[in-house]
């Protein structure tokens, strides 16, 4: 299958890339639906995870390693290209590590909000046991060949993480600006905000220190409005999933209007 890489473009002066979103195609045509984000010029396939627990809900409930093992295994043409981010939203995620891993994950996403164990600990030894606990789960995905991501709740203080980059093990932030869980929500400006506030620490503190390959990426609520806001705040990469595939327009109209 050729990839059609015409549609990569930059948005003003930062390079915006896109990853498509698993979480919003249609179900009974997902091979249809990936092919035509190969097509379209972009190999970067975001892949929600839900158990149905963390979330605490029976309708946030997803896929699983299988799922990736038969995305990998089916577009095997396309396997240098083909980025695969599984974005866990899932209790206990560290026991997914190894079956990610072998069935062919680029990079684990995890939340930072499943790190905190015990919340009625207080706000300060909450962060301090989940900064434990999400460098040990860091150090375990990069000693099994994946690369690392960490994710945010809109409500989450993104300098809570600020720790966790500096260990250099993590190469990407996902910003949700929705809540977790459900597609064809609205978005939440606190997440420019924090894409700001994130940018500024990047560049005056990590790239300062040769942790210089952090990137930003903002889920959810992203449409022709709200991507250029994201990219205008210092993104690097946008996540997008029913403005896409669920345009009344169609994919093919729905990608014109995000680039």
């Known amino acids: 299958m050729t990839v059609n890489r015409s549609n990569q473009m930059k948005w003003r002066h930062r390079e ?26 972009v190999p970067w396939l975001h892949i929600d995870v839900f158990d149905g627990v963390f979330l605490d809900s029976p309708n946030a409930l997803t896929f699983g390693p299988h799922m990736v093992d038969s995305i990998r295994k089916r577009f095997i043409d396309q396997q240098e290209e083909l980025t695969l981010d599984v974005h ?58 994946m690369k690392c991501g ?8 993104v300098t809570s993480v600020y ?8 190469d990407l932030v996902d910003i949700l600006a929705v809540e977790p869980g459900f597609g064809g929500q609205q978005f939440n400006h606190v997440a420019i905000q ?3 506030m994130l940018r500024q620490y990047i560049d005056e503190n990590l790239n ?3 942790i210089d390959y952090v990137k ?44």
């Open 16 to 41: 915006g890339r896109r990853s498509f979103l698993l979480l919003s195609w249609h179900p009974t045509d997902i091979k249809g639906e990936i092919e035509k984000c190969l097509n379209a010029g």
């Open 88 to 145: 866990l939203c899932v209790e206990r995620p560290e026991r997914y590590s190894r079956p990610m891993a072998e069935a062919g994950a680029t990079r684990i996403i995890f939340q930072w909000e499943a790190m905190m164990g015990n919340k009625e600990d207080g706000n300060n030894n909450s962060n301090i046991a989940a900064l434990s606990s999400a460098v040990a789960f860091a150090r375990t995905i990069t000693s099994l060949g």
């Open 150 to 157: 960490i994710s945010i709740n809109p409500e989450t203080d």
């Open 163 to 170: 720790p966790l980059l500096d260990t250099g093990m993590v």
């Open 194 to 196: 924090k894409i700001a």
């Open 208 to 210: 300062a220190r040769g």
């Open 216 to 259: 930003i990426l903002v889920d959810g609520g992203i449409n022709r409005h709200t991507s250029s806001l994201v990219m205008d705040a210092g993104a690097d990469i946008l996540v997008a999933g029913t403005a896409l595939f669920r345009h009344p327009q169609g994919f093919e109209e729905a990608l014109k209007e995000l680039l």
